[in-house]
């Protein structure tokens, strides 16, 4: 259909040069020709269809925006895919590039914060996430806990853009149905030349969140080098009179260079002093991958020569040694007794008279009663005689000490 006088052009006889050649060439087709009506009416039908908006529904009737989004990590790059689909099957194309590392998990948190940026720039009121990450999707609605640092600050920022919609949904969906925008995350992520025409291309250079990286000061441990550096760089010393002096008289013996306290010594250089978490980690020496289990004067000695120095470095050693498992179940079998012996001494003392060895003869000294003493152990007998029937206290001091 056409509104060009070409059937008669083509089909005078007087036609001649090129039309005529060309009327020739178009002769073995069947072509019709018909005259194109007037197209007023239909343009102006197009321009209704086209431009009119649908009628707005009330707040809470609001039409739900379907957000796909996905994050892709990889040797090449890191980026995102984004696709929005309206109430009316329309749809949009959002792609992410990153030039800055990042993992899988925060371009997740990338796609649905941009997805979200641009929803609140489109006007939407009323949007549906959806994600094929359940660890975005569980800590976004509150199952997963977010430890990591970055992991809390991208949820702060989710949670944020969440209040500026009437209804948010955040939805976990099959990998298999969020292909397309995980397709879109790869190619972003690899080469965004690659991407297709209607798909837009964001470059981040830096994180949409500003994440700061709190890192514990250890050097605020309390220790031993506290009063020794703030004596050397500060000149302050403790109240008291006695332990001030003890204070200035220890410090003579160290010194402050790069605001790192050192031990001097005679013959040995300058030893880097330590706190007490850090001389745990130099103590491996005694079974590290260079040690052989040594003894504490040895790990002690052998610590000092690397360049390292603490009061209690013996002590130290010495209690490693001790709760050392390989050296115990290692070492050399101990017979020595783990407390000290007590020596256990018995005496029996027997008196004894008529009744037990008879009738003694009357002799000078007129000594009718023995007193006997054994040796528990050995059976060693001592005796001594009495001339009283009844044995006093003294008596039996006296045997003992003289005879035994």
């Given at each position: 259909?056409?509104?060009?006088?070409?059937?008669?052009?083509?089909?005078?006889?007087?036609?001649?040069?090129?039309?005529?050649?060309?009327?020739?060439?178009?002769?073995?087709?069947?072509?019709?020709?018909?005259?194109?009506?007037?197209?007023?009416?239909?343009?102006?039908?197009?321009?209704?269809?086209?431009?009119?908006?649908?009628?707005?529904?009330?707040?809470?009737?609001?039409?739900?925006?379907?957000?796909?989004?996905?994050?892709?990590?990889?040797?090449?790059?890191?980026?995102?895919?984004?696709?929005?689909?309206?109430?009316?099957?329309?749809?949009?194309?959002?792609?992410?590039?990153?030039?800055?590392?990042?993992?899988?998990?925060?371009?997740?948190?990338?796609?649905?914060?941009?997805?979200?940026?641009?929803?609140?720039?489109?006007?939407?009121?009323?949007?549906?996430?959806?994600?094929?990450?359940?660890?975005?999707?569980?800590?976004?609605?509150?199952?997963?806990?977010?430890?990591?640092?970055?992991?809390?600050?991208?949820l702060m920022e989710v949670k944020n853009l969440q209040r500026g919609f009437t209804k948010f949904k955040i939805t976990k969906i099959p990998r298999k149905d969020n292909e397309r925008a995980d397709a879109l995350a790869k190619l972003a992520s690899a080469n965004p030349r690659r991407l297709p025409r209607t798909a837009s291309v964001q470059v981040l250079r830096q994180p949409s969140i500003q994440h700061v990286i709190n890192v514990m000061n250890v050097e605020n441990e309390e220790s031993w080098i506290d009063p020794l550096s703030e004596y050397l760089t500060k000149n302050k010393s403790p109240e008291d009179a006695l332990t001030a002096r003890r204070l200035k008289v220890w410090a003579a013996s160290f010194a402050i260079i790069d605001w790192q306290l050192y031990k001097r010594g005679f013959t040995m250089p300058y030893l880097k002093c330590l706190r007490p978490t850090e001389a745990q980690e130099v103590l491996v020496v005694h079974a590290g991958i260079c040690g052989n289990h040594q003894g504490a004067t040895t790990v002690a000695f052998k610590t000092l020569r690397q360049g390292y120095y603490w009061p209690n470095i013996k002590e130290d050693a010495r209690?490693?040694?001790?709760?050392?498992?390989?050296?115990?179940?290692?070492?050399?079998?101990?017979?020595?007794?783990?407390?000290?012996?007590t020596a256990v001494f018995g005496v029996s003392l027997l008196p004894m008279g008529d009744g037990h060895l008879g009738t003694f003869a009357h002799v000078k000294r007129t000594e009718e009663v023995l007193v006997v003493a054994v040796d528990y152990f050995t059976k060693w007998v001592e005796a001594e005689p009495s001339a009283n029937k009844q044995i006093a206290t003294y008596e039996i001091f006296y045997l003992i000490k003289n005879n035994i």
């Amino acid at each position: 259909m056409t509104n060009q006088p070409i059937k008669q052009i083509l089909h005078r006889p007087e036609t001649s040069g090129r039309l005529l050649k060309w009327a020739i060439e178009l002769s073995e087709f069947d072509i019709e020709f018909r005259p194109r009506t007037a197209i007023k009416a239909q343009a102006l039908a197009d321009f209704i269809v086209e431009l009119t908006t649908p009628p707005e529904l009330p707040p809470g009737e609001q039409a739900d925006w379907k957000i796909f989004v996905d994050g892709s990590s990889n040797d090449e790059g890191s980026g995102a895919g984004i696709i929005m689909i309206g109430p009316n099957e329309e749809e949009l194309e959002y792609s992410l590039h990153f030039e800055f590392p990042a993992t899988n998990n925060e371009a997740e948190y990338e796609a649905v914060i941009t997805g979200l940026g641009l929803a609140a720039r489109l006007g939407v009121t009323s949007v549906e996430v959806c994600s094929d990450s359940q660890l975005i999707i569980g800590q976004v609605t509150g199952e997963f806990e977010a430890k990591d640092g970055k992991m809390a600050a991208y949820l702060m920022e989710v949670k944020n853009l969440q209040r500026g919609f009437t209804k948010f949904k955040i939805t976990k969906i099959p990998r298999k149905d969020n292909e397309r925008a995980d397709a879109l995350a790869k190619l972003a992520s690899a080469n965004p030349r690659r991407l297709p025409r209607t798909a837009s291309v964001q470059v981040l250079r830096q994180p949409s969140i500003q994440h700061v990286i709190n890192v514990m000061n250890v050097e605020n441990e309390e220790s031993w080098i506290d009063p020794l550096s703030e004596y050397l760089t500060k000149n302050k010393s403790p109240e008291d009179a006695l332990t001030a002096r003890r204070l200035k008289v220890w410090a003579a013996s160290f010194a402050i260079i790069d605001w790192q306290l050192y031990k001097r010594g005679f013959t040995m250089p300058y030893l880097k002093c330590l706190r007490p978490t850090e001389a745990q980690e130099v103590l491996v020496v005694h079974a590290g991958i260079c040690g052989n289990h040594q003894g504490a004067t040895t790990v002690a000695f052998k610590t000092l020569r690397q360049g390292y120095y603490w009061p209690n470095i013996k002590e130290d050693a010495r209690e490693l040694v001790r709760k050392c498992d390989a050296c115990q179940r290692h070492g050399n079998l101990i017979h020595i007794p783990a407390e000290r012996q007590t020596a256990v001494f018995g005496v029996s003392l027997l008196p004894m008279g008529d009744g037990h060895l008879g009738t003694f003869a009357h002799v000078k000294r007129t000594e009718e009663v023995l007193v006997v003493a054994v040796d528990y152990f050995t059976k060693w007998v001592e005796a001594e005689p009495s001339a009283n029937k009844q044995i006093a206290t003294y008596e039996i001091f006296y045997l003992i000490k003289n005879n035994i």
